[in-house]
């Protein structure tokens, strides 16, 4: 009997190759927002030693000038990290897109292989079936042969 083949490997490979990308593309998002979640962190700290600074610094005694430039400053600080933490939550939202699609691929890659898999089964069977039937075949010729011999032999 000839060797098992799956009519549709070639589409399964191409659904196995689109769940890698989207796979990869989840990966690559995640680093992203792990990168932006470390930006921000680190603004923050930031943010927190120089407002360190300026108490020790208002303790001192500072002009007004410098007190305006200060907070201006500050205020900067602070919009930069909601703006990259806005950008993170594109990120995140990125993410959720790409996972959703992962989803997708890993459904349609499975289904091919649950067909393949039960096309494989019912091969399997089938070729089993015929193996038995040619040892069946087998087995009565030999019973033939040694009937025939048997008979051959009392007369």
């Known amino acids: 009997m000839k060797r098992f083949v799956f009519t549709l490997q070639a589409i399964l490979d191409l659904r196995l190759r689109e769940e890698n990308d989207a796979k990869q593309e989840l990966a ?16 923050q700290q930031g943010l927190q030693h120089f407002q360190e600074e300026e108490r020790i610094g208002r303790a001192q005694g500072r002009s007004v000038i410098e007190l305006r430039t ?9 919009l930069d990290i909601l703006q990259k933490a806005r950008e993170m939550q594109d990120v995140m939202v990125d993410i959720d897109r790409a996972r959703r699609k ?25 070729r089993d079936r015929r193996d038995q039937l040619f040892m069946d075949e087998l087995a009565q010729n030999a019973h033939i042969r040694k009937q025939r011999q048997q008979d051959h032999d009392e007369m």
């Open 102 to 126: 992962l989803i997708e691929c890993t459904k349609k890659r499975r289904g091919l292989e649950i067909l393949r898999e039960n096309a494989f089964a019912a091969w399997k069977k089938e």
């Open 28 to 43: 690559d998002k995640e680093m992203e927002l792990h990168r932006y979640q470390q930006a921000v962190e680190s603004m």
């Open 70 to 78: 200060s907070v201006s400053w500050r205020n900067k600080l602070k």
